[in-house]
């Protein structure tokens, strides 16, 4: 096991992989603590991985970030015609290994690659075989995609497919995705949650917001299953909500982007506005909080606010769930403002 805090790891370069580089395997664990992760370097050919911070754990390998910042941390590709991921960071996990990052923020991250494809240029995320994934309480901002012969997911990319139907899971709770740029006016996403193989892959209590394409983008096969809930999209260019195979969305706000749904076969929507303003407090002010006399307001359905791993109990702000009748759709409950600290606003 290895715990450190308070570290600077900057200016770094190490060819294909991040300046950070973790491998783990067996019972062993990492923890990073309040340290910070920036302008990094990643530049070869493919595959380029984390030019932050790459970790490749299996077996029953752990490793976790709290109160950690990644930002400025760049990938450059200039031949050969892979796939070059996460610049922030990437997470390749198999085998019952685990990560983990809590009370963190991933910012600024870039990914050059005109001969090749680019996919997460804040974060990257894959898991196979019994592996899982845990984001929560972190925001993922102004991260972007360069000069890439092929795009997707400026924020996060999320890659389950258990071998096997050897089941997993991804939980992205409580972030923040805000004005992460692909570069590109449709057909490339903030967010994507892309499940195979009987994996399980959930996002709830996350704001996705002033994107230059889609905003979130799902798809579930082969048994899988991705859950969105209590999620707020919006001011998005392009699609805010794109779905497909065996996704349930439920209690969810898209509205006010280029278009706010796009329903593929087999996906289902619960209790969620796409079509009726949701009277946000302010959009030109990033303040995606719901006013008073919004039809968000008691609307959701209360089945999954408990027993649910998703629900948490507490909206964005940290605010209980729930304070009227029944919860409100989206990723804020209405309730005493006196809670609230305009923390969207603030980092937009």
């Known amino acids: 096991d290895m715990a450190f805090a308070g570290a600077h790891l900057n200016n770094g370069f190490n060819g294909a992989t991040g300046a950070v580089e973790i491998v783990g395997s067996g019972n062993g664990s990492v923890g990073i603590a309040a340290s910070a992760i920036y302008n990094n370097k990643t530049d070869t050919s493919a595959p ?9 754990m299996s077996g029953h ?3 976790y970030l709290t109160f950690t910042n990644i930002f400025g941390n760049h990938i450059t590709g200039s031949t050969g015609t892979g796939d070059a991921q996460g610049a922030g960071a990437m997470f390749s996990l198999s085998d019952s290994a685990g990560a983990s990052i809590d ?10 690659y005109p001969t090749g494809g680019c996919q997460g240029a804040g974060l990257y995320v894959a898991t196979t075989a019994y592996a899982s994934f845990f984001l929560d309480r972190s925001t993922v901002t102004h991260n972007s995609l360069g000069n890439c012969l092929r795009r997707n997911a400026a924020g996060g990319y999320f890659y389950a497919d258990n071998t096997s139907n050897q089941a997993g899971y991804t939980l992205i709770d409580h972030a923040r995705w805000i004005g992460n740029l692909t570069g590109a006016s449709s057909g490339v996403d903030q967010v994507v949650l892309d499940a195979h193989n009987a994996s399980l ?3 709830s209590n ?8 889609r905003g979130l983008w799902t798809n579930a096969v082969d048994g899988s299953t991705v859950i969105v809930l209590n999620d707020t999209i919006a001011n998005n260019t392009s699609y805010g909500l794109e779905v497909a195979g065996n996704t349930q969305v439920y209690n969810s706000i898209s509205w006010s982007n280029g278009a706010n749904l796009l329903q593929g076969a087999g996906s289902t ?5 796409t079509a009726a303003d949701p009277l946000f407090v302010s959009v030109a002010a990033n303040n995606y909080r ?14 999954l606010s408990t027993g649910q791993i998703l629900q948490g109990g507490v909206d964005l702000d940290g605010l209980a769930r729930i304070q009227g009748a029944a919860i409100d759709i989206g990723a804020y409950e209405t309730g005493d403002d006196i809670f609230r600290d305009d923390f969207d606003a603030a980092n937009y």
């Not at 719901?290 to 089945?303: F, H």
């Open 48 to 56: 380029l991985r984390g030019a932050g911070l790459y970790a490749l």
């Open 103 to 112: 009370s963190s923020r991933i910012s600024e991250n870039t990914i050059d």
């Open 290 to 303: 719901l006013r008073s006399g919004s039809p968000a307001i008691d609307a959701g359905t209360n089945t």
């Open 201 to 203: 892959q959930y996002m």
């Open 206 to 213: 996350n704001l996705v917001v002033g994107g230059d394409a």
């Open 269 to 273: 929507l619960s209790h969620c506005l």
């Open 61 to 63: 390998s752990q490793v």
